[in-house]
């Protein structure tokens, strides 16, 4: 099993920035697949951002195009941990955020794909 916990939310102003973290702990998750989603109320959960697991040669990353080129996500195996840091933040950034772990291999957009999710950590972007 693997728990894992995000943090880093808040209230900020449009245009500002944010780091989100995700700690795991149980397991390490050098070898999942992680991803961040988001949920806006009213609205489905959606897609943000994954990351491939760190134990191949060759790192990549997928992006919603909504939020392309202002967040980066990235990972510390050192400390267990994910993060996603979101720049020039708009209005409809506004959602709790999710981190999760995919052990079975890269599913990127596909939240069924995912095994472990966390609580979920709330960013609200005033305009």
């Known amino acids: 099993q693997v728990q894992l916990v995000e943090s880093g939310g808040g209230l900020v102003q449009a245009g500002g920035s944010l780091r989100l973290s995700c700690t795991a702990s149980?397991?390490?998750?050098?070898?999942?697949?992680m991803g961040w989603f988001r949920q806006a109320p009213g609205k489905e959960r959606e897609f943000v951002s994954a990351i491939s697991r760190s134990t191949i040669t060759t790192y990549y990353a997928d992006y919603a195009d909504s939020v392309k080129g202002r967040f980066t996500i990235s990972r510390d195996n050192a400390k267990n941990a994910l993060y996603l840091q979101m720049n020039s933040l708009k209005f409809e950034d506004t959602a709790v955020y999710y981190c999760a772990a995919d052990r079975s291999g890269y599913s990127g957009s596909v939240s069924g794909a995912y095994d472990y999710w966390g609580q979920g950590t709330q960013v609200t972007v005033s305009s």
């Open positions: 149980g397991r390490t998750i050098s070898s999942y697949a």
